[in-house]
């Protein structure tokens, strides 16, 4: 059940002081652009025939950065008063030139600020956008959020394309994408009608190159850098150093009506972090713990975490990319455009440290305890389990996607024809030695302190390095396995019409055909004939150092040689048995679309008016697949799921109001999917006593029955352009969200009409079942809202005298606002919260200097907290805490004329000041996740001829 709320009254006022703080932001550099801004202007907003309107099918146009930096030929070139703006300074106003004639809200990059000074993904340089930032995994951005909001309201394409993903869900992990290899990139915070539906959020366009566009017959780009991360060397089994390289060649053949375009790019560097894990502080009454635990006699219960664990985590991780293109353009009325592109990302990752458990049972014996808050924080501990973690973690993630276009002009109508195939497979593997625990300290007793969102410390009596102390008593592995495959065909016809009001007219459809399977195994353990105890061969010594120093020094196990001593190297699991059936499934996907668009160009009244106005249609047959236990030995498939259609009306407006100002507005429906994972058709039952000898059924799983994110949205922004040196963007959106998917719990539900049967109930002591119950599953909530305000000004000063006329600015900063109210099915209690993943707050400003060939950039990203809830009785909510993430980079690129010319030298040093990612439970006292990644840096050259 859920709370509907609207767009409160108050909104008003936040509009005024975000507007009124974003324009304070400006005001020095927009009252010194006036001047700038009436001596060179740029032409009034482009018309209808320059503007962006590409049906699905048609992979997005890319802008030919490359002749921004590219020597001009011909007289033009040969006069010595022609200025030539190149580097980033060239790539913004590329950037700003495309984002004011686009018929939508978007933010663009182009090649020249990505491969300019290069990002280790296209993740990083997306996340620099207003409005935009990421989700660090392995200290790399990698998933994408869009104004606060959370990467699964996001969707990708590549070219025009929808893409599949190796999460296992929806989400595109953007590091899968090196920069080198993208052209273009696009974020579209406003839809239409001819994109492919998706993306409440908003949509991410990446295009790759498009040699027919480069400048003269051939362009070679070669890149070649070390890596260095200063946090390895602390880790013995992570590598301080590693590299980065790509090469990409484009030519044109045929009296260029022929274009091919290779490129490869690689990537080998540590994965590392050193990470503090703070258990939850589960409801009293809860695994173990008492009804009631006052320790510091004020009358009211504490909150007691279950444990906690420090870990180093040490290893290596290789990215592969390679892709090609070929675009055929025999005359000016065929088109055709192959292209391809593939990853390779391979993790070996070994994860070493200590845990501590059972603090919130009775036996622990907590003493002189330190409450903040009403949660225990530190104290004395006995009769507790400690033990070492001794586990590796390895990825093989796999990534292919193909597609062709063919375009052809008959007269006054544009034929566009498109198929494309996407597939992505992912093996995750997690396995471990179990832990018999500490052996020569029984019960363990400990001192601990925890310090909120800093590193706490602890003490204990246990020793944790001597090996025969140490004992394991058998071994496990938990294998993944998922795959999502894509086929999608897709057609379109645009007829020109050129009258007075209206300029065109484009009706498409697109068939798309997805399949997404996960095969797992909860728990696979191997016991040994007798405990193992380690001696000197098979272990090693390592320790914290840092903030970490404090923590005991630990012993690091060779599970390998562990492994085949005890159990031969020739063991194999026997996948067929292993993977956990009733966590395993398949997803069917099934989306017909069509759409119908009106472009529009005119004059209102004095002033331009141009824009779109469409429909698109999409109906989702959606089916999920599992085996399901037949009460006995016996298995049988179980489907569910189910159809519904959406009807998404789009429009945008664009109003030119001067030669240099400009709004826009946007009133759009639209709609995200819910993740795999979350409509899958597994679930795991377990008997709940509910009175003598009687029972009732409760499960966990999925839910096919899932409506997607449903949302109405507004967009407005005022456009200020200072000349050809910067602009001034002013935004405020709105989003009536009508639906939306969070975790929850289904009373009553009736298992055995749902095709799930009672688990036998020998040895359980039941005589009796009762088939409905509680089902914990992702749910729907309808009702809440989303709102916020983005302000941004890129600037260069070219009206300051030399040398201070390299400075220039990019500065953004968004609010956002959401709110909606869950109530608990089971204990009635109603909580009022933001989305998963929103950001009130976020700021990406980037400080530059470029003259003369020599270029350096300074850049902070910067989220205030989110949350991320999980329900079920204890309503615990994990919120991350705020975050600051510096970057700098440098580079000299050799004048023309010289004998290094097409030379850059560049240095690149990420997370400056080791900004961990940091979480916690309800309040900050209660210490979630710290997790620290260290510095990066990068040294190397780049070479383009």
Not at 232 to 240: K, M, T, V
Not at 640 to 652: I, V
Request: no cysteine; glycine share 10%.
């Amino acid at each position: 059940m859920t709370t509907s709320k609207r767009f409160p009254a108050s909104a008003a006022h936040h509009l005024f002081t975000l507007s009124a703080s974003g324009t304070a932001l400006a005001v020095a550099l927009f009252a010194a652009s006036v001047a700038d801004a009436q001596v060179a202007t740029d032409p009034a907003p482009a018309s209808a025939d320059n503007t962006v309107s590409s049906a699905p099918s048609t992979p997005a146009p890319t802008v030919a950065t490359q002749d921004a930096t590219a020597p001009s030929s011909g007289p033009a070139a040969e006069s010595s008063d022609d200025i030539v703006v190149t580097g980033f300074r060239a790539s913004l106003r590329s950037s700003i030139a495309v984002k004011r004639n686009l018929d939508v809200v978007a933010e663009i990059v182009s090649a020249e600020d990505i491969g300019r000074l290069p990002d280790v993904s296209i993740a990083e340089s997306l996340a620099r956008l207003p409005g935009v930032t990421s989700q660090r995994t392995g200290g790399q951005a990698s998933a994408i959020n869009i104004r606060g909001l959370s990467q699964d309201l996001v969707s990708a394409t590549l070219n025009g394309r929808e893409q599949v993903a190796t999460s296992g869900n929806r989400v595109i992990e953007f590091d899968q994408y090196p920069s080198e290899l993208i052209n273009q990139a696009a974020v579209y915070k406003s839809p239409k009608a001819s994109q492919i539906e998706g993306g409440v959020a908003g949509k991410v366009e990446l295009s790759t190159a498009r040699p027919l566009s480069i400048p003269g017959k051939t362009l070679v780009s070669v890149n070649v850098r070390g890596v260095y991360n200063d946090r390895a060397g602390q880790n013995p089994d992570a590598s301080e150093f590693g590299y980065r390289g790509s090469a990409s060649i484009q030519t044109k053949l045929l009296d260029d009506t022929l274009g091919l375009a290779v490129g490869y790019a690689r990537l080998k560097q540590a994965n590392v972090a050193t990470r503090f894990v703070g258990y939850d502080y589960t409801a009293t009454g809860q695994n173990g713990s008492p009804a009631i635990r006052d320790l510091d006699g004020n009358g009211r219960a504490d909150a007691i975490g279950y444990g906690f664990e420090a870990v180093q985590s040490g290893g290596n991780e290789t990215r592969d990319g390679v892709l090609g293109s070929v675009q055929y353009e025999p005359t000016d009325t065929f088109r055709v455009l192959l292209d391809g592109y593939y990853s390779r990302f391979k993790s070996d990752v070994f994860r070493r440290g200590i845990r501590v458990e059972n603090l919130q049972q009775t036996s622990s014996n907590l003493t002189d305890p330190t409450v903040i808050g009403n949660t225990i924080v530190g104290g004395n501990a006995s009769g507790i389990r400690t033990r070492t973690i001794q586990q590796n973690e390895n990825r093989l993630d796999k990534l292919y996607t193909f597609g062709g276009n063919v375009q052809k002009d008959i007269g006054q109508l544009t034929l566009t024809a498109d198929g494309s195939y996407s597939r992505a497979s992912s093996f995750f593997n997690n396995s471990g030695l179990d832990d018999n625990g500490n052996t020569t300290a029984t019960p363990t007793t400990l001192s601990y302190k925890l310090d909120g969102l800093n590193v706490g410390s602890f003490s204990t009596n246990a020793n944790y390095t001597d090996p025969a102390a140490n004992t394991f008593e058998g071994f496990y592995i938990v294998p993944q396995k998922d795959t999502d495959r894509l086929y999608a065909f897709a057609g379109s016809a645009l007829l020109k019409i050129d009258g007075p009001f209206l300029k065109s007219f484009e009706v498409g459809g697109r068939y798309g055909n997805r399949k997404a399977e996960r095969t797992i195994t909860s728990f696979n353990a191997f016991s040994f004939a007798a405990p193992v105890t380690l001696t000197g061969s098979n272990s090693t010594t390592a320790g914290f150092k840092g903030k970490f120093s404090s923590f005991p020094d630990f012993i690091v196990a060779d599970i390998g040689s562990i492994f085949d001593s005890q159990l031969g190297p020739d063991r194999v699991v026997d996948q067929t048995q292993a993977f956990t059936q009733d966590q395993s499934f398949t997803i069917d996907e099934k989306t017909y679309a069509g759409y119908g668009q009106l472009n529009f160009d005119t004059i209102a009244g004095s002033l331009p008016f141009k824009g779109n106005i469409g429909l698109r249609v999409v109906h989702t047959d959606q089916s999920s697949s599992s085996t399901i236990s037949d009460g006995g030995t016996g298995r049988y498939l179980n489907t569910r799921g189910r159809k519904f259609t959406d009807w998404l009306p789009q429009a945008n407006f664009i109003l030119g109001l001067t030669e240099n100002d400009q709004a826009r507005l946007s009133l759009s429906r639209q709609i995200s999917r819910p993740r795999f994972f979350d409509f899958r058709n597994s679930i795991s039952t377990n008997l709940v006593s509910i009175g003598g000898t009687a029972a009732r059924l409760d499960g966990s799983g999925g839910n096919p029955a899932l409506q997607p994110f449903r949302a109405n949205q507004f967009d407005a922004t005022y456009e200020h352009y200072f000349g050809n040196s910067g602009s001034l963007v002013l935004g405020a959106f709105y989003k009536d969200v009508r639906s939306f998917v969070i975790g929850g719990v289904i009373p009553n539900y009736d298992f055995a009409a749902n095709g799930i049967s009672t688990p036998p109930l020998a040895g359980t002591g039941f005589t009796s079942v009762v088939t409905t119950g509680n089902l914990f599953a992702p749910i729907n909530g309808n009702g809440g809202y989303v709102y916020g305000f983005e302000g941004a000004i890129t600037k260069t000063f070219d009206f300051l005298p030399a040398p201070f006329d390299g400075l220039g600015a990019v500065l953004n900063i968004s609010y956002n606002q959401s709110d909606v109210s869950i109530t608990n099915a089971i204990s009635g209690n109603t909580l009022s919260l933001s989305l998963p993943g929103l950001s009130k707050i976020v700021s990406n400003p980037t400080l530059f200097y470029e003259k003369n060939g020599f270029q350096t950039r300074v850049s902070m990203r910067y989220r205030s907290k989110f949350v991320a809830p999980q329900f079920g009785l204890s309503e615990q909510i994990v919120t991350n805490a705020a975050e600051t993430v510096f970057d700098a980079q440098m580079s000299y690129e050799f004048p023309q004329g010289s004998p290094l010319a097409g030379m850059t030298l560049l240095a690149q040093a990420n997370n400056l000041t080791d900004q961990p990612t940091r979480s916690y439970f309800g309040q900050t006292a209660q210490t979630g996740t710290l997790q620290y990644f260290g510095r990066q840096f990068y040294l190397g050259a780049s070479f383009r001829f």
